[in-house]
């Protein structure tokens, strides 16, 4: 499925926000002027679409994280000077919209902390008809598909451990994702219900 990137008259004059919740946190891979805590309403991180390049395999795929509908969702906003939008833009397209899994949006995100203020950042959304779309998967589920998994950017194991210490560093639990650290790591049995 391709992928449809946003208009140009989408986004607002002036600098380009990024909002960034797995791995834009710790690994953005393009140059920014500031970076925010930042909270957006109306959409929560969930591991929720198959890997099939970056930490898995179309044959043994793996698990990323996508924004998905409801709830809320703490993560980083990246401030990106109006002289590096159209680079940035294209860096983001070609490592997120590979496979066409995710919808790139604006979405109001508000600042946390000291800056509190709210502003209009390009972030990607899952796609919810798109056949890497995995809906809401169990724990266990969960953990087979990223214990077992390993793509062109490593492991997936790596992946979930890194997204769950950027999160910590801002001060936030996710408790799924602590969770499935915790039984990655062995620290934690899984119990079936």
Excluded at 67 to 80: E, K, N, P, S, Y
Excluded at 117 to 126: E, K, P, R, S
Excluded at 146 to 172: F, M, Q
């Amino acid at each position: 499925m391709a992928a449809r990137p946003l208009p140009n008259s989408a986004f607002p004059h002036g600098d380009l926000w990024v909002f960034g919740y797995g791995s834009l946190m710790w690994r953005p891979g393009f140059q920014y002027v500031a970076q925010f805590p930042a909270r957006l309403i109306g959409e929560h991180r969930s591991l929720c679409i198959y890997s099939h390049i970056h930490r898995g395999t179309p044959e043994k795929p793996g698990l990323v994280l996508g924004l998905d509908r409801g709830g809320a969702c703490q993560g980083t906003a990246f401030q990106v000077a109006e002289a590096n939008r159209d680079s940035t833009l294209a860096y983001l397209r070609n490592r997120e919209q590979k496979t066409g899994v995710y919808r790139e949006v604006m979405r109001s995100v508000w600042i946390e902390g000291d800056a509190r203020q709210q502003v209009h950042a390009l972030t990607y959304v899952v796609d919810r008809g798109h056949p890497q779309y995995a809906g809401a998967l169990t724990l266990e589920q969960q953990l087979h598909y990223v214990a077992n998994s390993h793509g062109v950017s490593g492991a997936n194991r790596d992946y979930v451990i890194s997204t769950v210490k950027a999160l910590e560093a801002r001060g936030c639990h996710d408790a799924t994702l602590h969770n499935l650290v915790a039984l990655l790591q062995g620290n934690t049995p899984l119990r079936r219900a």
